[in-house]
């Protein structure tokens, strides 16, 4: 079995052959953890406790058939388009076919490149240096691009069906029975795996001002969606450390150490069908792995904080703003919310609308229209919250 080595890569193939047995265990594990399933509510939109309670034992569950084909593909739709009409490099203002590249009316750039099988991030200081130590790196095939699109930054303005997704009453009662009924936004991300060209993202924990706060907890950091429009198969799929989420802020270099490689002892792929959502811990210990198989992955990615914890905060963005979450502030970037909800409504009137209970006496101010578009989903994400 073909060992990475700092002075030698491995090919993309010779990679997914020295993860075989890796992914062969982790898969084990997962599927005897079972801590997956539908979303069960009860009469009144309540949680099935226990899916909460498997929640904080683990750091993350598995919803299955959140989404069904036909919203699939509307949301595959809109994904394929923002590729097509994406810039052909981080330096480019052109597309594939030389047209003015999409997303400069936008005030935060939407897209995010790296290189093929590589990891942007690992060994670096970038993301206040959540990412300690560095992935292997395979060797992207020769005649590849020498970028691939990872990230695609604010998702509902940039894709309509992501909006409507991001009401969805099953996803909403999850976020209220995790977090309590004034959950409040973080950001929303797609994250792109082409199959042999995805970078990884190295082993890390979200989230950077609670650790050391004297009533830290399980969930202090919040948690994120992750929404798969592809199977999220054990090559391409985000891997976890389950109950990490408990253990504080870990030596994540000396994991790697101790395991004698990228591969962390007791990971375990989270294993999805294409429609699944899983909900994960911030503080859970995850990552992911270069994409060396022939699968592709796409997962929407939308994450929410407990109110408590973000009341008042003033913390540096990554971009070097200096913002205090106030209440004016979380009020505007909660709005998303409400108008998420109104634009399922629109597209799916006979399904149940979840109620959203700070902004529950706003509902005409939070129409989706064209009005909304413009005057507060446009550049919504520079309105992010981060902790």
């Excluded at 997303?103 to 300690?132: C, I, M, Q, V, W």
């Excluded at 509902?156 to 009924?181: I, N």
């Excluded at 963005?317 to 913002?323: K, S, T």
């Excluded at 009137?349 to 909304?372: C, H, I, K, S």
């Amino acid at each position: 079995m073909p060992v990475p080595t700092q002075d030698r890569a491995l090919s993309a193939d010779e990679h997914a052959q020295a993860m075989a047995d890796y992914i062969q265990e982790g898969t084990a594990r997962a599927l005897a953890l079972g801590n997956r399933g539908p979303i069960k509510r009860d009469a009144d939109g309540k949680l099935d406790p226990a899916i909460l309670d498997a929640y904080w034992e683990h750091g993350f569950y598995v919803f299955e058939n959140v989404v069904d084909e036909s919203e699939l593909s509307e949301l595959r739709a809109d994904v394929e388009r923002m590729l097509e009409v994406a810039p052909t490099d981080p330096k480019s203002e052109r597309d594939a076919k030389g047209r003015p590249a999409y997303g400069g009316e936008f005030g935060r750039p939407p897209y995010r490149f790296a290189k093929p099988l590589s990891d942007p991030l690992g060994g670096t200081t970038k993301n206040k240096g959540r990412h300690p130590a560095k992935m292997h790196e395979a060797t992207p095939p020769k005649d590849g691009p020498a970028y691939t699109v990872q990230n695609l930054h604010g998702n509902l303005q940039l894709m309509d069906p992501t909006l409507r997704l991001y009401g969805h009453p099953g996803l909403l009662s999850v976020a209220e029975a995790v977090l309590g009924p004034d959950f409040v936004p973080y950001n929303e991300v797609t994250f792109i795996k082409e199959p042999g060209l995805g970078p990884s993202v190295a082993w890390h924990q979200d989230g950077t001002t609670h650790w050391d706060s004297a009533d830290w907890d399980h969930g202090a950091h919040g948690f994120n969606f992750m929404t798969q429009l592809y199977p999220s198969t054990a090559a391409n799929c985000v891997w976890i450390l389950p109950g990490s989420h408990k253990l504080g802020r870990v030596d994540i270099r000396q994991m790697m150490k101790d395991a004698g490689s990228d591969r962390i002892d007791g990971a375990i792929p989270l294993l999805c069908e294409s429609g699944d959502a899983f909900i994960l811990n911030r503080q859970v210990v995850h990552g992911s792995f270069a994409n060396t198989s022939n699968q592709r992955r796409v997962t929407l990615n939308a994450g929410f904080f407990p109110r408590n914890r973000v009341q008042d905060m003033t913390v540096e963005h990554l971009d070097g703003r200096v913002v205090t979450f106030d209440d004016d502030h979380i009020h505007e970037r909660s709005r998303m919310i409400a108008i998420g909800i109104d634009a399922r409504r629109q597209r799916f009137p006979d399904e149940q609308t979840y109620t959203y209970q700070p902004l529950a006496g706003e509902t005409e101010e939070n129409r989706w229209n064209e009005v909304t578009r413009r005057s507060v989903v446009k550049d919504y994400n520079l309105r992010d919250m981060y902790i």
